[in-house]
């Protein structure tokens, strides 16, 4: 079966990210005090874990910062490339929803 592709994901992998991320918000809105069940290794009873950005920058040590033109040139380097999300985000030390934003920004203002 041929899939259709959505930038760097099929149509499916699309989607799914979607319900998840749709599945996740709709659980944190309707009980904020709960963590998600849905989340790896969480407890439906267990309060959520606070955000905590030393957490996040041990394995994304770019995360939240904000992006030079020099990176969002190498950023559009590598998408012509055909490089995946995952790949760049590594290559980039940021996160792959950062790396997503980014592009859609790109994107939006025709320089990809």
Not at 23 to 28: E, I, K, P, R
Not at 82 to 96: D, H, K, N, Y
């Amino acid at each position: 079966m041929d899939d259709k592709r959505v930038g760097d994901m099929t149509e499916q992998e699309l989607r799914a990210m979607i319900r998840q991320e749709l599945h996740s918000v709709l659980a944190d809105i309707l009980n904020p005090e709960q963590g998600n069940p849905h989340d790896e290794g969480s407890s439906a009873n267990a309060p959520a874990k606070p955000f905590n950005l030393e957490d996040v920058r041990s394995e994304h040590p770019r995360a939240y910062e904000g992006w030079s033109d020099e990176e969002e040139q190498h950023l559009i380097r590598l998408v012509q490339e055909g490089r995946e999300t995952r790949e760049i985000a590594e290559l980039l030390q940021r996160q792959p929803g950062a790396i997503r934003a980014r592009r859609e920004k790109l994107e939006n203002r025709g320089l990809l």
